[in-house]
């Protein structure tokens, strides 16, 4: 029997009237009530932690996982990523591919440039990434998310490798459909002129799976 209780500001999954403990001994919580219904039904259909057939009880079982250092190992490989951002690479033999990427990408290189004041610059030579730069505001804002914020906005990192889509999509200047789009344009400009591999495709479906399951999770919040 999985139910839910609020405690003081949590929000517990409980089994059998007993409050549910991830590995590192926290208990498993919930952001919202909505939540907490979502993965209470979850847990009875399935009686399972699946990344595909319960995304909401994984994702929230990943954040109350979490402690104070892996969160901070996590911001860390966030900012990491910033350095080599997928949408800042531009190719140095495909001017046509350059010009829509450039249409694609840049209000939100700029967007997010100026938010954080980092000074990103666009990369021709794929082997490089950004030199120094000063990510002391990016720190204080992924410090500032809760868990289960930092954990969508990593995942989202993981297959897009870009933190700038990630944040985009995380405040809301474009859905998840447009997203799907965005992190895929490159290979579907290839696929179109060149057609597209076999493993590609799983890559695609897998990809396609992981942000239908990160939107139910978004929309939980």
């Not at 009875?44 to 009880?57: G, I, N, R």
């Not at 001017?95 to 938010?115: G, S």
Request: aromatic share 14%; with cysteine.
């Amino acid at each position: 029997m999985y139910e839910y209780k609020k405690l003081k500001d949590k929000i517990l999954i409980l089994k059998n009237n007993k409050e549910l403990l991830t590995p590192n001994k926290n208990f498993l919580c919930a952001s919202t009530t909505k939540m907490a219904k979502s993965i209470v039904n979850e847990l009875k259909k399935f009686e399972c932690l699946d990344q595909y057939k319960t995304p909401v009880s994984f994702l929230a079982f990943f954040s109350s996982n979490l402690i104070e250092t892996d969160k901070n190992m996590i911001i860390k490989k966030i900012i990491e990523e910033v350095f080599f951002d997928n949408i800042l690479y531009r190719s140095n033999k495909n001017e046509e591919l350059n010009t829509l990427m450039n249409k694609k990408f840049n209000k939100y290189i700029t967007k997010f440039r100026c938010i954080f004041q980092i000074d990103l610059i666009l990369i021709e030579d794929l082997v490089s990434g950004q030199q120094k730069l000063k990510t002391d505001n990016l720190y204080y804002y992924l410090k500032g998310l809760d868990n289960f914020q930092i954990t969508l906005f990593y995942k989202l990192m993981q297959i897009s490798k870009s933190v700038i889509l990630s944040y985009s999509l995380m405040n809301r200047m474009f859905g998840f459909l447009k997203f799907k789009r965005l992190i895929n344009f490159e290979n579907d400009f290839q696929s179109r002129k060149w057609g597209i591999t076999a493993e590609q495709k799983v890559i695609n479906l897998e990809i396609q799976k992981n942000i239908k399951n990160f939107s139910i999770f978004f929309n939980n919040f």
